[in-house]
């Protein structure tokens, strides 16, 4: 039985959908026979739309859309392709590259929050979740269930009660406290004499989903779009296929489904036992077998969630752990040796007798005059980099590990190190209700360990916090911490990508670099997304009245 909810389409509708989606009823689906531009806008309004993929292609984008010539097409039934030439380069002389040469465009919906960072973990891959910010999880689904995720095991369990009974007062709580959130902010920051009461509107939802998300439990549903190359996504399906999650398992012959029906050709070794199958076991055995030694040479160090910290204990905390004090003078080298004909040795000796005056002058030309954020130097900036050992609340990990080009490792997500509770909700007298939650949360995750030590996380709320690494260079970092520092980020993040600016001068002694970092945000924002939505309004309004919907 799979645990999702299918949606429902008239007969018109369907006729329509099926010349574009791969299937209508299963939670992951290709679109095909679209162009690129329309696939590209779809996904992007995918990650702020409470939407499926496939309504939100019928309400907003289909009426745009010459479909006549596309009436013969049934893409539920797979596509033909010309595969010859491909079968004979992939599978019978193993060129990896030629899988790289084909994409698809993959929608993964009501997947939990657990598994979006599955899904989210390969490098060579773009993507788009639907964002806690723009989205309510007050609503209900077709069905009539809240959106959160539930196994079927554990449902038939004696535990299964209790976890339905948990879940929906944990939503019951988010719903209460969004709306109490709102009205508060509302009467507590005037809109300027300019905005509009759209702008201000959007502003006080954003800053208030963003204040009570924490609420949600890892459970909840999430929609991702998918861009990938045909090499990309068999390491993805094996990434799914090994973890331990059960939900990711089964998430993984989903995924395959869909893609042997649009690039058969590049996923065909993963169904071959001497290929994809000894993959898969190499991945689970390395992982198991080194839990099994860590856990036998360092038993006094596991995370014991029996001892959680009953409250919001603790602090959330960023540590640069690791740096090379010489990282500064190692980019100068890069950068100089890029434009002479010489050994990087000779260039290093001239590089060490420079002045400091003279060192500036290198990086102020390399640098150059950047008039926003996305203009950044060149990769000299990627000669050093910085390992970051970082503590926050769950949601602010969501938001840092889709950062692709870091490396990232992550412990389980449990209740040891306890929650954060936002400053809007104590200010506002919201934090009995807050409070209550995290314990609601703590409880059900403990019932669930002894029996589903897996799925327990799925009740853990994300206010709780987790420890994490990143791990990046510092044209990486560059780009991280001045777009996460922006006004418009949530504040869980923005105050780790300050503070690993401040780390990467103050303690790692790189001025340059850090200087170089012109674009961080170290102030303090109380709507932070009043003035993107005051610049989206102001194009809405210069665009000129749009239907409604």
């Known amino acids: 039985m799979l645990p999702y909810a299918a949606e429902h389409f008239t007969a018109e509708e369907e006729d329509v959908l099926r010349r574009y989606v791969t299937n209508l009823d299963r939670p992951v689906f290709a679109l095909v026979n679209l162009p690129e531009v329309v696939k590209g806008a779809l996904f992007a309004r995918y990650s702020r739309s409470s939407k499926s993929l496939r309504r939100l ?98 449902l038939e369990s004696p535990v299964g009660a209790r976890y339905v009974g948990a879940m929906d007062r944990m939503f019951d709580s988010y719903a209460q406290v969004l709306a109490d959130v709102q009205v508060w902010l509302a009467a507590r920051h005037a809109p300027a004499a300019d905005d509009t009461d759209l702008a201000f ?26 861009y990938g190359t045909g090499q990309s996504y068999e390491h993805l399906v094996l990434r799914l296929r090994s973890h331990p999650l059960p939900e990711a398992r089964q998430y993984a012959e989903l995924v395959l489904e869909e893609l042997r029906k649009v690039i058969p050709s590049f996923v065909q070794r993963l169904d071959r036992p001497e290929r994809g199958g000894r993959w898969t076991s190499y991945l689970e055995e390395t992982r198991r077998r080194t839990d099994e030694v860590v856990a036998r040479l360092f038993p006094g160090l596991l995370p014991d969630a029996d001892e959680h910290a009953p409250g919001p204990a603790g602090a959330p905390s960023v540590t640069l752990v690791d740096f090379d004090p010489d990282g500064e003078e190692k980019v100068l080298v890069a950068i100089c040796a890029a434009h002479l004909d010489q050994p990087e040795a000779e260039v290093a000796s001239v590089v060490q007798r420079l002045s400091s005056d003279e060192r500036r002058a290198v990086f102020e030309a390399y640098v150059g005059e950047r008039t926003n954020r996305r203009h950044r130097p060149g990769r000299a ?45 104590v200010d506002s007298g919201l934090e009995g209700d807050y409070v209550a939650s995290m314990e609601r949360s703590r409880q059900l995750f403990e019932e669930l360990r002894p029996v589903f030590p897996l799925e327990a996380s799925y009740a853990v709320a994300l206010a709780y916090r987790v420890r994490y690494t990143l791990q990046l260079n510092a044209r990486e970092a560059m780009h991280l911490i001045e777009l996460r520092s922006g006004p418009q980020g949530h504040a869980g993040y923005r105050w780790v990508a300050q503070e690993m600016h401040r780390q990467i001068a103050e303690r790692a002694g790189h001025h340059l670099l850090a200087e170089a970092m012109a674009f961080v945000d170290h102030g303090g924002h109380e709507l932070g997304r009043i003035d993107a939505e005051r610049d989206a309004e102001r194009r809405r309004q210069a665009r000129g009245p749009v239907a409604p919907g």
Not at 89 to 102: I, K, N, R, W
Not at 401 to 421: D, I, S
């Open 381 to 425: 900036f990627e000669r050093t980099a910085y390992r970051f050992e970082v503590v926050t609340d769950y949601g602010a990990f969501r938001d840092l590990q889709r950062h692709r080009m870091l490396t990232v490792e992550w412990l389980p997500l449990g209740v040891h190190l306890g929650y954060e509770v936002p400053a809007e909700i």
């Open 201 to 226: 509107r959007r502003a006080v939802r954003a800053k208030a989903l963003d204040v009570v998300r924490g609420l949600l439990p890892a459970a909840s549903l999430s929609n991702v779009g998918i």
């Open 57 to 154: 292609f019928l309400d907003e984008f289909v009426s745009e859309l010459d479909v006549t010539g596309d009436a013969g097409v049934d893409a539920t039934m797979g596509l033909r392709r010309a595969e010859e030439l491909y079968d004979r380069v992939f599978l019978e002389y193993g060129d990896d590259s030629v899988a790289q040469l084909g994409g698809v465009h993959l929608a993964c919906e009501q997947a939990s929050n657990l598994l979006t960072k599955v899904l989210e973990r390969g490098r060579l891959m773009s993507y788009l979740e639907q964002s806690t910010r723009y989205i309510g999880y007050d609503a209900r689904l077709p069905t009539g269930h809240y959106r959160y995720y539930r196994d079927p095991h554990l």
